[in-house]
């Protein structure tokens, strides 16, 4: 019995072994770390998406940005006329005439006829008239079949000239009657600024009363950022841009402000579509990188490239 007590009862058995922590039960892990998932879920930091407000008022600003120095460069152009605007016209056109050769490459634009109308258009049209420049674009037809007949462009020539054909007269006859336009004897340096104007304003007016306002798509097919809102504001606000350029030059009335301005303020949004369902088209977002993240020279002038055309011809019925 002795032995038994000594043996069995009062010698200290070994204790029984301690549940290992890395092996608890899992009730005991999935109850200490439920708050911490509750708490994550419930952290403010993962709603509230206040980016996309921030961004748009920035894109904004950064917009107006860019359009300042262009503007400057407009009018430092402008006022030199004669030879130096002919020749800004020149760069202009080749600059976009390179961006729009890059978009379309793959359909083998002839590109070396394409520079020499335009270039041949700027040129006839501060050194000649309208004549010599619809001569010019006349000419451009047979130069562009003797560049298409060669046998190693022969393979969808016709899509080759038309592609080329279009960017002598997207770029070529809106840079040929903006020099038309700057040459107008007296006032024709303020006229074309007082376009550009009106052309700037429209499109700054337009994107930030869309920003604001913009609820009901425009044109969703080929701008999907246009709204009702943003044109209305555009419109009204470019319209006034150009009245308040002219209001010191006593040689333009306020009823032919108006007019000019609201028909530039009235065709500016068609040049932008219609860059945009080329842009759409062709699968491209920006038609080039000349101006980093806000695109190329021809986003920058794709409006410009349409109301220049329209401010010549009622300068011309208005003014003179």
Known sequence: MSDFFEEE???????????????????????????????????????????PRKRGGGETLRRILVAVPAIIFAIAITVAGGIV?????????????????????????????????????VVAAH???????????????????AFGADARRRDGVTVSMSVSLLGIV??????????????????????????LVGTFVTDTAAYATGRMF???KFAPNLSPNKTVEGLIG???????????????????????????????????????????????????KDTGTLFGPHGGILDRLDAVLFTVVVGYYLAQALVY
């Not at 202009?92 to 335009?118: F, H, K, N, Q």
């Not at 107008?184 to 007082?194: C, Q, R, S, T």
Request: overall charge positive; glycine content about 8%.
């Open 127 to 145: 050194f000649g008239s309208s004549y010599n420049v619809l001569l010019i674009f006349a000419a451009a037809f047979p130069v562009l079949f």
């Open 9 to 51: 009862m009062f010698q200290p058995q070994p204790p029984d072994p301690e549940p290992d922590p890395e092996a608890r039960p899992p009730r005991r892990r999935r109850g200490s770390k439920k708050p911490k998932r509750g708490r994550k879920k419930r952290s403010p930091r993962s709603t509230g998406p206040a980016a």
């Open 234 to 284: 555009g419109f009204v606000i470019g319209t006034m841009g150009f009245w308040f350029a002219g209001l010191y030059q006593n040689w333009l009335s306020g009823a032919d402000a108006l007019i000019m301005g609201a028909a530039v303020a009235a065709i500016a949004p068609v040049g932008d579509l219609f860059e945009s369902m080329l842009k759409r088209d062709l699968g491209k």
């Open 85 to 121: 605007f002919m020749l800004a016209m020149i760069a202009i056109g080749v600059l976009c005439l390179r961006e729009y050769l890059d978009m379309t490459s793959t359909a083998r634009p002839l590109a070396i006829p394409a520079y020499a109308a335009v270039i041949a258009m």
């Open 214 to 216: 913009g609820s009901h």
């Open 170 to 195: 997207w770029i070529g006859i809106p840079l040929a009657h903006a020099v038309f336009l700057r040459d107008l004897p007296n006032h024709g340096a303020a006229l074309l600024i007082d376009v």
